[in-house]
C-alpha cells in the first residue's frame, strides 16, 4: 500500500502522513528534508542554490545531515525551493525516493510532486491545502516555539512566494494529481485532519478493492 501526500508548505501534510503512517503500520519518508539537506549543504558551503552546477553538487549531502535542526530554519526552506527547481537537483533524488516507495509492504511519502511524478502509481493519494495566511501563522507559531520567528508578515511574504516558486517551475510543479482527494485543513484541528485523511484513504482502498 503506498499513500502520496502533497501539497503547499504548512498545510499539515508532514502531520498527515505521519499520522497514516501510525495508522497502517508503514514507513514514512519526509520528502521535503531531502531537498532541505541539499539547501542546508548549499548554504553552509556558500554556494548559491538559484545556479544548478552548486545545486547538483550539493546532492550527495551526508545523511547525518538529515537530522539536524538546522533543516528546519525558513532560509533552509528557501534555498530548498530555489535549489529544487533544478532538473538536475530533481533527478538526483528521484531514485532514492521511489526505492523508499516501493519498498515490500508499501509506504507513505509526503512532499510536492508524490502523486505526480514520484508515485504516479500509489493506491491513495491526498492534496492537502489551507489558506495562505492559516499556515503563515502555523508557521509562525512552529518557528516562535524554535526562538526564531521573523513577523507573521515576513512568514506569510515567504510562504506566497515559496508556492509560487514550487508551482510554477517546469519539472515536477506541486499540483493536485488528477486522482488526488482533496484535503482542506484550514478549519480542522490537528485530531479532525487526521480522522478526514484515514477516512478519505479508506474510501480509496474500498474503491480499488470493488473494482478489482
Ligand atoms: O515543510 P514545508 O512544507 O515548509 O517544506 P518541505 O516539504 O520541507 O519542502 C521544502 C521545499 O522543498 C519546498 O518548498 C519545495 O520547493 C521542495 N520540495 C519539492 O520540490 N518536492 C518535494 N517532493 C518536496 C519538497
Ligand atoms: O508538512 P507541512 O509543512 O505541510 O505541515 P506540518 O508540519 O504538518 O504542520 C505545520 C504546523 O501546523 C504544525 O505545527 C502542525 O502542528 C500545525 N497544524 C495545525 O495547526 N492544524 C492542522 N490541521 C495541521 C497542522
Do not use: W
Not at 518557528?143 to 513577523?151: E, I, K, N
Not at 482542506?184 to 485530531?191: G, K, V
Amino acid at each position: 500500500m503506498i499513500i502520496a501526500v502533497d501539497g503547499p508548505a504548512a498545510s499539515g501534510k508532514g502531520t498527515i502522513a505521519r499520522a497514516l503512517a501510525r495508522h497502517y503500520a508503514l514507513p514514512h519518508l519526509d520528502t521535503g528534508l531531502l531537498y532541505r539537506a541539499v539547501a542546508a549543504k548549499l548554504l553552509r558551503d556558500e554556494l548559491n542554490p538559484e545556479r544548478e552546477a552548486d545545486a547538483v553538487s550539493a546532492c550527495d549531502f551526508d545523511d547525518a545531515l538529515l537530522d539536524d535542526p538546522y533543516l528546519r530554519s525558513d532560509a533552509v526552506g528557501k534555498a530548498a525551493s530555489q535549489a529544487s527547481a533544478h532538473p538536475l537537483v530533481r533527478s538526483a533524488l528521484l531514485q532514492r525516493q521511489r526505492r523508499f516507495a516501493q519498498q515490500p509492504g508499501g509506504a507513505v511519502l509526503d512532499g510536492r510532486d508524490i502523486g505526480t511524478v514520484i508515485v504516479p502509481e500509489a493506491d491513495a493519494k491526498l492534496f492537502v491545502k489551507a489558506t495562505p495566511m492559516i499556515r503563515a501563522r502555523r508557521r509562525h507559531a512552529e518557528l516562535a516555539r524554535h526562538g526564531s520567528a521573523p513577523s507573521l508578515d515576513k512568514v506569510l511574504a515567504d510562504i506566497r512566494a515559496r508556492d509560487d516558486r514550487d508551482a510554477t517551475r517546469k519539472q515536477a510543479p506541486m499540483r493536485q494529481a488528477a486522482d488526488a482527494a482533496l484535503l482542506d485543513t484550514s478549519f480542522l484541528s490537528i485530531d479532525a485532519a487526521i480522522q478526514r485523511a484515514i477516512a478519505l484513504v479508506e474510501a480509496r482502498m474500498a474503491r480499488h478493492q470493488s473494482v478489482a
